[in-house]
């Protein structure tokens, strides 16, 4: 006759082993880390423990859904199996690393060569991607932004504060000696180079300047009045000019009217 499934204690000897996963099911993971699976437990029809064997295909350092599975054989040689699903994600930015000084300070009128910036992240090589400008012929702070996006779309930060700075003082480019005539005002024109705007002022009572460098007797000299200062045949005046740039930067001039 046929062989019973049953045995002796009435258990059915066909019946597989039941498989338990501990944990989540599915689990995800962060790319680039570790990963340590809470494993499964197995018992048989008659309640006895089973030993279970694991296989798995996890890759962590590669984005994708994965497999874990679980098999697990009986006495009577019935398997069973199970599995759990690993989605391994990545969900952080590039590191984005600023190469050089910063905040960094460039001269008016200089060239500026930007360090750049580098980057990392789990999923392999990323490139950095740089905006914003610097104009070397302003004085400002200014700022270049680096960015780093990853394939799955995660983006780093960080910037750089440039500084465009004005340190050099005019330079006079007008002799230091005007010769007029009596009896006018004019006098004539102190000039400077700088790389921003220049502003003039002048000492004294006598003469007076314009912003722009004009010169002038605020009272036309008379030769002959001694009382003015001026007394003899020749004015003989002497006042010190200042050149200030739109910086602060400052040059001065010792000039002498006759």
Do not use: C, H, W
């Not at 003899?232 to 050149?243: E, P, R, S």
């Amino acid at each position: 006759g046929a062989i019973s499934a049953l045995t002796d204690d009435g258990y059915d000897r066909s019946i597989p082993p039941v498989i338990t996963i501990n944990g989540a099911n599915p689990v995800t993971v962060e790319l680039g880390s570790t990963y340590s699976d809470a494993g499964a437990t197995a018992v048989s029809s008659r309640g006895t423990s089973v030993t279970v064997t694991t296989s798995s295909n996890v890759d962590t350092t590669s984005v994708g859904s994965y497999t874990v599975t679980y098999s697990a054989t009986d006495l009577n040689g019935n398997t069973t199996s199970a599995t759990r699903r690993v989605d391994v994600e990545d969900t952080t930015a590039p590191k984005v690393i600023v190469t050089g000084n910063n905040p960094a300070t460039v001269e008016l009128g200089q060239s500026y060569e930007d360090a750049g910036a580098t980057a990392t992240d789990a999923s392999g090589t990323v490139t950095v991607v740089t905006t914003g400008t610097v104009d070397t012929n302003t004085v400002g702070v200014y700022t270049l932004t680096y960015t780093s996006t990853d394939a799955s779309g995660n983006a780093g930060t960080e910037t750089r504060t440039v500084n465009v700075t004005d340190t050099v003082v005019p330079v006079f480019t007008s002799g230091a000696t005007f010769i007029v005539d009596e009896n006018q005002t004019a006098v004539g024109t102190v000039t400077a180079t700088d790389l921003d705007t220049i502003t003039f002022t002048i000492s004294g009572d006598v003469l007076q300047i314009t912003s722009a460098g004009v010169l002038s007797f605020i009272t036309a000299p008379d030769y002959e009045d001694s009382d003015a200062g001026y007394g003899g045949n020749t004015v003989d005046y002497t006042a010190t000019v200042t050149a200030t740039d739109a910086s602060g930067n400052t040059a001065t001039q010792v000039i002498t009217v006759m």
